[in-house]
């Protein structure tokens, strides 16, 4: 048990001194990362941040300066060993569309020079073996990225990286993407997750946040949210003179930011303040539609760590029909 501790002690990734220029242009800048055997580091940063250079570095697609170690593999020394070593999983995955989820799950087997022993097992993870013969030209986004998933997890690598793996998937393969990434985690993978969208926060044991090719900030994801003042934000749907009351109302109990837009009623609050609004509006006996809390999350609230108008980070609707695209 003592030797199992100090195994995982030893960084599974080590990352030192690592820089890579582009001509007079350095995407990453002398970067220093240890990452620990079953932890998920979740990369956070804006479009052009250096994300996906860090990624192709890991994977020895780059050359650069500095070393990078997987599993006390030096990629540069030895890049076909490190590479053994990790499952990758592009944003874009190129799959051969007249070809079967089965007869993909068999060419990869080939490419490692491995048996097929292993397809059943992961295909089943992912949710596909009994949609094995299906022709990948007839899946949804959802499934190709299952796929992409199952394909990497082949020859059981040490570290999964995954690179924008939501960037194309609607909000159902959004969500099928974290139940997957639950069990990942529950069997004690190593993750690396880069992306700029929301819900995979709560997933992670870690979070950096990366502009410009250098390291901002790093920590585990209540940590870094706990440096911030952030606020949830509360929508109340209320008609007419009811409405005007709830606003007063919760701007006596602590809110900011309200905004009426239609029947809808929008306001931040800080986060400890939430419940006592809550139970505030209900003992209020002011007659509610419906009501609906939206927790902050780290991946909408890093920006305020690398500073406000950073590139690449979208505005957020104000209200809930807005984020449903309705009226």
């Known amino acids: 048990m003592q030797q199992l501790t100090q195994q995982q002690q030893v960084p599974i990734v080590k990352i030192e001194k690592l820089e890579k220029r582009y001509g007079k242009f350095t995407a990453l800048h002398e970067l220093n990362l240890d990452i620990m055997p079953g932890s998920h580091l979740l990369i956070l940063g804006p479009n052009g941040a250096g994300k996906t250079t860090l990624i192709k ?7 650069y300066s500095g070393k990078i170690t997987i599993n006390g593999i030096d990629v540069t020394k030895d890049p076909r060993g490190a590479k053994r070593n990790i499952g990758y999983v592009p944003q874009n995955y190129a799959f051969y569309e007249s070809l079967t989820i089965y007869d993909h799950a068999v060419l990869t087997t080939r490419l ?27 899946c949804s986004d959802g499934m190709k990225q299952r796929l992409g998933i199952a394909l990497a997890m ?8 995954l690179d924008e793996p939501t960037s194309n998937v609607d909000l159902r393969g959004q ?58 934000t509360i929508f109340i ?42 139970k505030g509006l209900l003992n209020s006996g002011i007659a509610i539609d419906d009501l609906l809390v939206e927790r902050s999350q780290i991946e909408s609230e890093y920006v305020k760590l690398i500073g406000a108008g950073a590139p690449g980070v979208d505005n957020v609707p104000s209200t809930p029909a807005a984020k449903r695209g309705g009226n």
């Open 57 to 63: 570095s890991m994977m020895g697609i780059l050359n």
């Open 112 to 138: 490692k020079n491995l048996g097929t022993d292993q397809i059943e097992e992961k295909l089943r993870l992912v949710n596909l073996w009994e949609t094995r013969r299906r022709r990948v030209r007839a």
């Open 154 to 161: 082949i020859g059981n690598p040490k570290v999964l990286l």
């Open 175 to 232: 969500l099928e993407f974290q139940k997957l990434l639950r069990a990942l985690i529950a069997q004690g993978k190593t993750m690396i997750t880069t992306s700029h969208l929301t819900g995979l926060g709560e997933l992670a044991t870690e979070v950096m946040v990366i502009d410009h090719g250098r390291i901002i900030t790093r920590g585990p994801p209540d940590e870094l949210m706990s440096r911030l003042s952030v606020n949830d």
């Open 237 to 278: 749907r209320a008609k007419g003179v009811i409405a005007e009351n709830v606003k007063r109302l919760t701007q006596d109990l602590g809110a900011t930011d309200i905004e009426i837009d239609g029947e809808w009623l929008r306001a931040a609050v800080p986060t400890k303040m939430k419940l006592g609004m809550l």
